[in-house]
């Protein structure tokens, strides 16, 4: 039971410090998958939610990215979109792509995203040393890294870095404050 707790609920994370040679080692590699998972790293949402990613969430020029309710895990308890600004990066790496379909992210299949193992499998083929041990593993539980995991980095750096707690919460999607706050929250 416990193993079932950690293996949902804790992630492996890359520790942040070490962000900077793991997108280095990323941006060479070629591919929506890629790109995806660069993107999670920048924005810090859910694998779910960028390779769901529709051209038509995405405003470029206002650089914002607006995620329908509907595709949020927490559609259940939420009701407003997820409103995530985009940095330059993220608009840069944006502007670069090909268009070939609705999906930022297409899959192999017409009309389809990406699957949801292929930034896993990205990660996957990356973190393989020569000797076979993973180059990157979560400081922590010492397991190697996984996309969602990501999510803990970007928090644990946002926090470091003196980001307010609710920004972070914000950023990342979750509900911060009472009903009566969200509603007056715009």
Known sequence: DRITKL?????????YLESPVFLDALRKR???????????ILTGLKTGEVIGARW????????????PADRL?????????????????????LNTMSRLGEFVFPGQTSG???SNMAMLSVMKDM??????????????SGRPITPH??????????????????????????QVGSAVERAYRR
């Open 7 to 15: 293996s949902r609920g804790q992630q492996p994370a890359l520790d």
């Open 30 to 40: 070629q591919g929506f998958a890629a790109r995806a998972l660069e993107i999670t």
């Open 56 to 67: 038509t969430e995405i405003d470029l020029d206002r650089q914002i990215w607006v995620i």
């Open 73 to 93: 895990k927490d559609r259940r308890t939420r009701s407003e979109p997820h409103r995530v600004p985009l940095s330059t990066d993220v608009v840069e790496l």
């Open 112 to 114: 389809k995203p990406l």
């Open 127 to 140: 973190n393989r040393a020569e000797n076979g041990k993973p180059l990157w593993v979560d400081p922590k």
């Open 149 to 174: 995991g990501l999510r803990a980095t970007f928090r644990t750096w946002g926090e470091d870095a003196g980001f307010a707690r609710e920004l972070l919460e914000e950023a990342l999607g979750h």
